[in-house]
């Protein structure tokens, strides 16, 4: 009887067309226009070699020049030789000049120039520093002071895409939007909420069995989707999951019950008709992406510096920062820590669902 209750429920799902598209289409409609509205900020965000010309005679300086030749290296600066700051009326003009360690005149007042500022204040702030202590003790070991490789680390394991955690949401929110998978089959077996759970109530086969076996079904089609989806995302539009397969696996399969179970929950917490509740599972689902930042990209920052506890009970939150700590992070604790979230969400989700379905009696049906 499991399984006949479970091949009927799923066919039952797939009939759902309103349900496709909330759980399938508008995701990947809203994944183009994310694609058409920001594919193009990657490309403007990432660092590009600044062209700065140098005086001629400042580069005779030794170490001045050892230094110039060192940001080439890096890929910071492109520099070349000029007499005088009349070459940033030229034709591709540099973006700064460099007259002295302490006079740099710039084309304009964008991102690059002052970069090129700050790296010369440092630069001269150091050699004075140098300077000054030489003075006064010749003998100073200077390898810890000009030793900085230690002063910035790296941890993430890529350069980071901002654009990527616009998609994360998206793919968050997709997942929770499998909670109509989950109100649909509660409204087939809860006997107050439909005419075919009146039927259901009164069959002989036992309760726990048939609704095991349909939410068994409503979270194999929501994992198939989220499945689906990250596949889309990560082939059609190019959005990057690194190559930590099988955490993303359970990452979705976990999330995928989060869904179902808040589906759920929705579905037997009040006496609403069905498609109010659709509404009200619409409304508090894009209310948990836009607070974890769908609509507004620092959302989720401020959420975390103002009410960081949203953050931890916010189903999609949590989703978007276990897909973009796996992504960018070596370490597995920040996914873990809210893979733990996420389950307690679920399991609250779960309980309290319980609790409004046991000790019902119906004087008939």
């Given at each position: 009887m499991f399984l006949h209750s479970f091949k009927n429920t799923?066919?039952?799902?797939?009939?759902?067309?309103?349900?496709?598209?909330?759980?399938?289409?508008?995701?990947?409609?809203?994944?183009?226009?994310?694609?058409?509205?920001?594919?193009?900020?990657?490309?403007?965000?990432?660092?590009?070699?600044?062209?700065?010309?140098?005086?001629?005679?400042?580069?005779?300086?030794?170490?001045?020049?050892?230094?110039?030749?060192?940001?080439?290296?890096?890929?910071?600066?492109?520099?070349?030789?000029?007499?005088?700051?009349?070459?940033?009326?030229?034709?591709?003009?540099?973006?700064?000049?460099?007259?002295?360690?302490?006079?740099?005149?710039?084309?304009?007042?964008?991102?690059?120039?002052?970069?090129?500022?700050?790296?010369?204040?440092?630069?001269?702030?150091?050699?004075?520093?140098?300077?000054?202590?030489?003075?006064?003790?010749?003998?100073?070991?200077?390898?810890?002071?000009?030793d900085v490789d230690n002063h910035i680390k790296d941890l993430s394991r890529k350069n980071m895409d901002p654009v990527n955690a616009f998609f994360y949401t998206l793919l968050g929110m997709t997942t929770i939007y499998g909670y109509m998978w989950g109100m649909y089959v509660i409204y087939q077996y809860e006997a107050n909420l439909s005419v075919?759970?009146?039927?259901?109530?009164?069959?002989?086969?036992?309760?726990?069995?048939?609704?095991?076996?349909?939410?068994?079904?409503?979270?194999?089609?929501?994992?198939?989707?989220t499945l689906f989806f990250i596949f889309y995302l990560k082939k059609g539009l190019g959005v990057g999951f690194g190559d930590r397969a099988l955490p993303l696996v359970a990452l979705s399969a976990l999330s995928s019950l989060t869904g179902v179970a808040f589906g759920i929950l929705l579905g037997v917490s009040n006496k609403a008709t069905i498609d109010t509740k659709i509404g009200l599972g619409i409304a508090i689902t894009m209310t948990m992406s836009f607070l974890a930042g769908m609509m507004k990209s620092d959302m989720k920052v401020i959420i975390a510096e103002k009410a960081p506890i949203i953050n931890k009970i916010n189903p999609v939150a949590i989703v978007t920062d276990a897909v973009y700590s796996l992504y960018y992070y070596d370490s597995m604790d920040r996914f873990m820590q809210n893979m733990i979230y996420l389950g307690i969400v679920t399991a609250i989700f779960i309980i309290v669902s319980l609790c409004f379905m046991r000790g019902k009696e119906y004087e008939s049906l």
């Open positions: 799923f066919k039952y799902l797939l009939r759902q067309r309103d349900m496709l598209f909330w759980a399938l289409v508008f995701p990947i409609v809203l994944g183009i226009f994310f694609k058409l509205a920001f594919g193009g900020i990657s490309d403007n965000w990432k660092f590009k070699t600044i062209d700065v010309a140098v005086n001629e005679s400042l580069m005779e300086d030794e170490n001045f020049s050892s230094f110039m030749k060192e940001m080439e290296d890096e890929g910071y600066f492109k520099v070349t030789r000029a007499k005088d700051k009349d070459v940033l009326d030229e034709k591709d003009a540099p973006k700064a000049y460099i007259e002295s360690m302490d006079k740099i005149y710039t084309k304009g007042s964008g991102i690059s120039e002052t970069i090129v500022e700050t790296i010369m204040n440092v630069y001269s702030q150091k050699s004075s520093m140098i300077s000054r202590i030489m003075q006064k003790d010749p003998t100073t070991d200077l390898s810890k002071i000009l075919n759970a009146k039927r259901n109530a009164i069959s002989p086969v036992k309760k726990s069995v048939s609704l095991g076996a349909a939410v068994l079904a409503s979270w194999i089609i929501n994992f198939a989707i």
